[in-house]
């Protein structure tokens, strides 16, 4: 096969390059929308059914956005008109906090001083196992030694116990044994200056 023809394939766009820019823009738009309404669960990836959803969602708008089009050239304006799109968004919401409320929702508060929101869960469509699941994973063995557990609108939790965790007590514990030490360098340092 000659190199023209080689080069033909790869590079030769088959779509209008206005089409190759709106295929993405308007996926990347549906999708933003689409994760809004079907809430932060999507997101947090709590278990393999979410995960799944997630891998298949990018292979299924595959072709919607770069159509029938196989060519270098095309998987590049596709690939660039993605970027631009989430640079511009990303730019709008950093100067408009109205916008990224808009786009990305709020924390839902899922427990309160040791009491689990039910409506709250039942909103967010998560069970009580997964939620003292993400507990443990915290470092709480039970819901009632956590303060205040959020569901993040990026899908993450933010949990606060009304004790300091077992982690935080550990990296207390460490920066004061860090101080003492500092502390005796530091003692001896003058020591061995006059030597």
């Not at 819901?143 to 993450?156: F, Q, W």
Request: proline letters at 5%; one cysteine or more; hydrophobic letters at 45%.
């Amino acid at each position: 096969m000659p190199h023209s023809v080689i080069f033909d394939h790869m590079f030769q766009l088959p779509l209008p390059i206005l089409e190759k820019l709106l295929r993405p823009a308007i996926v990347y738009l549906a999708l933003v929308v689409l994760l809004r309404i079907f809430g932060k669960r999507e997101l947090a990836q709590l278990n393999p059914f979410d995960l799944v959803v997630l891998l298949s969602l990018s292979n299924t708008v595959q072709n919607a956005i770069i159509g029938d089009d196989n060519s270098v050239s095309g998987g590049i304006i596709g690939a660039v008109s993605l970027l631009a799109v989430n640079w511009l968004v990303v730019r709008m919401l950093f100067r408009s906090p109205r916008l990224t409320r808009m786009f990305e929702g709020r924390a839902t508060v899922l427990i309160r001083s040791g009491q689990v929101d039910l409506k709250a869960l039942q909103r967010e469509s998560l069970t009580r196992e997964e939620l003292v699941d993400v507990i443990h994973r915290q470092g709480f063995d039970s819901v009632e030694k956590v303060h205040r557990c959020e569901l993040e609108p990026n899908g993450t939790f933010y949990v606060e116990g009304f004790e300091p965790s077992p982690a935080d007590k550990q990296h207390e514990e460490l920066m004061a044994r860090l101080d003492a030490l500092q502390r005796q360098v530091a003692a001896l340092h003058p020591q061995t200056a006059g030597e």
